[in-house]
């Protein structure tokens, strides 16, 4: 079950990530619980930021976030990516199973965790002429998770460099093309709802 | 018990007496708002409400028919280009007509304007009339005769067929003319004194997206030139301030700028507001607006009027609003509309100022609309005007009556907080630019009121530094010594 170790590998992973996600694939070190955790952090740290960054590097209007929303969004976005990364790599043959690209995906975004909160606090003592240093730990700690995701897919799936960046983009084209068939499909049962609707609608007016 | 009921009523009357004028102040014909930092609508006060109109049955001269251009000249005189009568009617500063010139001596001969466009007066006294249908701008002197005609320009920039068609007319303080004519896209013309043509100003240049710039590459040669032509937009108005800065306005679609400020050489120095959500603020009224149906698109703005200390008015034809931006770019007040009510328009055409009045010529109705400042409008303007002169200090006052009317007038937060700066209380003055929604100030602020707490707390801060330092090597020694000891041990 879950034990110390298991909170203890992502910050073993953010150090070594060939060798972290190698094992997470491999001898089972990962935890889909740990990853979901993470993300929900980092959907809170983000909502925090964008509501409590100081008044000077802030350019959100508090009045537009809605941390839940945030977060159930980012949980959404990560589940999207996962699952049109996973249906491109089945097909490409891919090694990793669907929750190790959830478990991937989860532990990289452990570098933005650490860094939003403390950025966040950074900023309430920056003037306007020394804002640089908080987007520089906001920007490297992007760049650090997207190499992350990238090692990530690269390991667990045992790609080449450049097969991996092919996969991601033909995951973000299978992401357009999932969120497009949602649409659809809400569309559709709409129809088929007013249809009903309007089909009782009729028979309450005729009885 | 009788008695005092008797006495009651005409209280009451009275009472009710003295709110009449108040409720119909407070009650305008159109909507007057603004927008805030993040571009949402506000409501406000009035700024300026109706005060009558003038119209050219009542003064007994016949309708006015289609006029086109009204000018307040330095005297208080009211010039209005009366455009369908083919005359010039002149008012006193009291609006009481003074007289009306429909002729004027070219030559030995009588000659007479013919649908004049565009009107303007130097502060001395020459009459400038852009004289549309006969193709030329007539320059007359302050007793009615004829000083000078500008016509046919000739350029090696002009078309051979160009026809000289001016609609709107201004001169600066040395002679230089500069004028708006009819089809002309390459920007305002300009005269030097003698009337000789010396080119183009204030060239708007075309901007095509790049999804264009693919369509258009994508689409063969025949449906090019079905396609509309990308051609620079019209200017519509223009005014001069006294140092010789041409204010133009100009039809934008997209909503972002409609008005520029060009200097001598023709460029444009207008300055934009930063504070704003996008970083640079729209200068062209409205920010939101229909797509389709009555009233629909950006804000077409036909004419605008420099009021001094750096305020401008602008006027937008389409929904009949008069928007006044300060010199950086703020947007002070907005106020106007169309319809059929009294203050509102059917077709405003063009607009001046004169002390804290502002009169809208309306071409359909052929009357000229004034209106006066509120108590809120003229707050405002002085305030802006004491602080275009360098004299924030007593703006402030100012500044706090216009937020006892309008708390969410940022402007006014922004000016209280640069007198709180300066007075050295960085702490409130956080808190007013931080309302003000001005990160520049606030960051200055800011930076006043760390440096103070650090220097109050310089003595305590470098003493806790000192006691952790030596705290941490007697930690690391006494675990030196216990690791030792337990070596020994073993």
């Known amino acids: 079950m879950i034990n110390k170790e298991k909170f203890k590998y992502p910050f073993y992973v953010m150090v070594h990530p060939f060798d972290g996600f190698y094992e997470i694939r491999h001898r089972g070190k990962g935890s889909v619980f740990v990853a979901l955790l993470l993300v929900l952090l980092f959907g809170l740290s983000f909502s925090i930021n964008r509501r409590y960054a100081s008044f000077v590097v802030n350019y959100v209007n508090p009045l537009s976030v809605d941390s839940r929303a945030?977060?159930?969004?980012?949980?959404?976005?990560?589940?999207?990516?996962?699952?049109?990364?996973?249906?491109?790599?089945?097909?490409?043959?891919?090694?990793?199973?669907?929750?190790?690209?959830?478990?991937?995906?989860?532990?990289?975004?452990?570098?933005?965790?650490?860094?939003?909160?403390?950025?966040?606090?950074?900023s309430w003592f920056v003037a306007s002429s020394e804002e640089g240093l908080y987007y520089?730990?906001?920007?490297?700690?992007?760049?650090?998770?997207?190499?992350?995701?990238?090692?990530?897919?690269?390991?667990?799936?045992?790609?080449?460099?450049?097969?991996?960046?092919?996969?991601?983009?033909?995951?973000?084209?299978?992401?357009?093309?999932?969120?497009?068939?949602?649409?659809?499909?809400?569309?559709?049962?709409?129809?088929?709802?007013?249809?009903?609707?309007?089909?009782?609608?009729?028979?309450?007016?005729?009885? | 018990m009788k008695r005092i009921k008797i006495w009651l009523i005409p209280a009451i009357i009275l009472m009710l007496l003295d709110c009449v004028p108040v409720l119909a102040a407070s009650s305008v014909p159109y909507h007057t708002y603004n927008y805030d930092y993040w571009e949402n609508i506000y409501y406000t006060p009035a700024a300026y409400i109706p005060s009558g109109n003038i119209s050219g049955v009542n003064i007994g001269i016949g309708m006015f028919s289609n006029p086109q251009d009204i000018f307040v000249a330095e005297d208080g005189n009211v010039y209005v280009a009366d455009t369908g009568n083919n005359r010039i009617v002149v008012f006193d500063s009291n609006m009481r007509l003074k007289r009306i010139i429909d002729s004027f001596e070219n030559e030995g001969k009588e000659d007479t304007f013919s649908s004049p466009h565009g009107v303007f007066v130097t502060a001395d006294n020459k009459l400038y009339v852009a004289d549309t249908s006969n193709l030329r701008v007539v320059v007359l002197n302050e007793d009615g005769s004829l000083?000078?005609?500008?016509?046919?320009?000739?350029?090696?920039?002009?078309?051979?067929?160009?026809?000289?068609?001016?609609?709107?007319?201004?001169?600066?303080?040395?002679?230089?003319v500069y004028v708006i004519a009819k089809n002309i896209f390459q920007g305002i013309m300009a005269f030097d004194d003698n009337g000789n043509f010396t080119g183009f100003t204030g060239t708007i240049n075309v901007t095509i997206s790049t999804y264009e710039k693919i369509w258009r590459r994508l689409s063969t040669k025949r449906q090019r030139e079905k396609q509309i032509q990308f051609i620079p937009t019209e200017f519509t108005g223009l005014d001069i301030d006294a140092?010789?800065?041409?204010?133009?306005?100009?039809?934008?679609?997209?909503?972002?700028?409609?008005?520029?400020?060009?200097?001598?050489?023709?460029?444009?120095?207008?300055?934009?507001?930063?504070?704003?959500?996008?970083?640079?603020?729209?200068?062209?009224?409205?920010?939101?607006?229909?797509?389709?149906?009555?009233?629909?698109?950006?804000?077409?703005?036909?004419?605008?009027?420099?009021?001094?200390?750096?305020?401008?008015?602008?006027?937008?034809?389409?929904?009949?609003?008069?928007?006044?931006?300060?010199?950086?770019?703020?947007?002070?007040?907005?106020?106007?509309?169309?319809?059929?009510?009294?203050?509102?328009?059917?077709?405003?055409?063009?607009?001046?100022?004169?002390?804290?009045?502002?009169?809208?010529?309306?071409?359909?109705?052929?009357?000229?609309?004034?209106?006066t400042a509120t108590r809120y409008g003229s707050l405002i303007n002085r305030a802006v005007c004491l602080r275009y002169e360098g004299d924030e200090?007593?703006?402030?006052?100012?500044?706090?009556?216009?937020?006892?009317?309008?708390?969410?007038?940022?402007?006014?937060?922004?000016?209280?907080?640069?007198?709180?700066?300066?007075?050295?209380?960085?702490?409130?003055?956080?808190?007013?630019?931080?309302?003000?929604?001005?990160?520049?100030?606030?960051?200055?602020?800011?930076?006043?009121?760390?440096?103070?707490?650090?220097?109050?707390?310089?003595?305590?801060?470098?003493?806790?530094?000192?006691?952790?330092?030596?705290?941490?090597?007697?930690?690391?020694?006494?675990?030196?010594?216990?690791?030792?000891?337990?070596?020994?041990?073993?």
Not at chain 1, 159 to 175: H, R, V
Not at chain 2, 252 to 273: E, T, Y
Not at chain 2, 479 to 488: L, T
């Open chain 2, 147 to 176: 000083l000078k005609l500008i016509s046919n320009p000739t350029s090696e920039v002009l078309a051979s067929d160009f026809v000289f068609s001016p609609l709107k007319v201004v001169a600066d303080y040395s002679g230089r």
């Open chain 2, 393 to 490: 200090a007593s703006a402030v006052e100012l500044w706090k009556q216009v937020l006892e009317l309008d708390s969410n007038f940022e402007l006014a937060y922004v000016g209280i907080g640069k007198s709180l700066l300066a007075s050295g209380d960085n702490k409130k003055a956080m808190e007013y630019f931080k309302l003000g929604m001005d990160r520049e100030y606030y960051s200055i602020a800011y930076k006043r009121y760390r440096d103070d707490i650090l220097e109050d707390n310089l003595g305590y801060i470098l003493t806790a530094i000192v006691v952790l330092t030596i705290l941490k090597i007697v930690v690391s020694q006494a675990r030196k010594a216990n690791a030792g000891k337990a070596e020994r041990r073993l």
């Open chain 2, 243 to 371: 140092d010789g800065f041409v204010y133009a306005t100009n039809i934008d679609s997209n909503g972002r700028q409609s008005v520029r400020k060009l200097n001598p050489k023709g460029q444009d120095v207008i300055k934009k507001a930063a504070r704003n959500v996008r970083g640079e603020a729209s200068l062209s009224g409205d920010l939101f607006w229909r797509l389709q149906g009555d009233y629909s698109g950006a804000s077409r703005i036909v004419d605008v009027v420099y009021r001094g200390y750096g305020i401008y008015s602008i006027l937008d034809t389409t929904r009949g609003r008069i928007f006044t931006y300060d010199d950086e770019g703020n947007l002070l007040y907005i106020f106007g509309g169309r319809g059929s009510q009294e203050g509102t328009f059917k077709n405003p055409v063009a607009i001046e100022a004169v002390d804290d009045k502002i009169l809208v010529l309306d071409a359909y109705r052929g009357e000229i609309m004034t209106f």
């Open chain 1, 136 to 207: 520089l730990i906001i920007t490297i700690a992007t760049i650090f998770t997207v190499i992350l995701v990238v090692i990530g897919i690269m390991t667990i799936h045992n790609y080449t460099f450049g097969k991996t960046i092919a996969t991601l983009f033909l995951s973000f084209i299978a992401l357009l093309i999932i969120i497009f068939i949602i649409l659809l499909l809400i569309y559709l049962l709409q129809q088929v709802f007013m249809f009903f609707q309007s089909l009782y609608t009729e028979v309450i007016l005729k009885i």
């Open chain 1, 70 to 122: 945030e977060i159930a969004g980012i949980f959404f976005a990560v589940l999207l990516l996962a699952v049109s990364n996973w249906s491109i790599t089945c097909l490409m043959e891919g090694e990793g199973r669907f929750k190790d690209i959830l478990t991937v995906i989860g532990y990289s975004l452990l570098p933005m965790v650490l860094t939003l909160i403390p950025a966040t606090i950074l």
